[in-house]
């Protein structure tokens, strides 16, 4: 048994692993879908009370609303969290030299995850889709990879 423990601690001290888990997969499009659908549910939202004409007291409005307003804010702490394991584990110091406002980026993208959260904006949502997509082109240039940005919806 002890030769066993001896060994297992002799790999987990050598393991090289750039995360809290050195499982090494990484990809933006996690983020991307989350925020497509912080997106789709704004724009539901928006046309849900659009389309009752002022009557959004009925319980039909109410349940639907409040079913979009909960899956956009589940949605949009995905997206965030996406975001932060790409900014924290993934992205190291040299990846400054080529894109120095990296912290920028993503700071303003969480941000942005925040605000869609809280709100209910069009513009914000868009913003948010935006700010992936200049992620997702960071992410994978600094992979030396082209990977066409694509949304599923």
Known sequence: MR????AVTKILRTADAHCDGPCG???????RIAGEAVQSMTKKMVALEENHG???NTAAYLNTMSRYAAIKEEEAQ???DELLVLWTDYFKPAHLETY?????I?????????ACKVEVSIVHAQELMDAIENIHVMFWQSKQKDVPWIRAS
């Open 3 to 6: 030769r066993v423990t001896n």
């Open 25 to 31: 997969v990484y990809d933006p499009a996690s983020a």
């Open 54 to 56: 002022g009557d959004c």
């Open 78 to 80: 995905k997206c965030k």
């Open 100 to 104: 120095p406002d990296l912290h920028e």
């Open 106 to 114: 993503f700071w303003k993208a969480a941000k942005l995850c925040s």
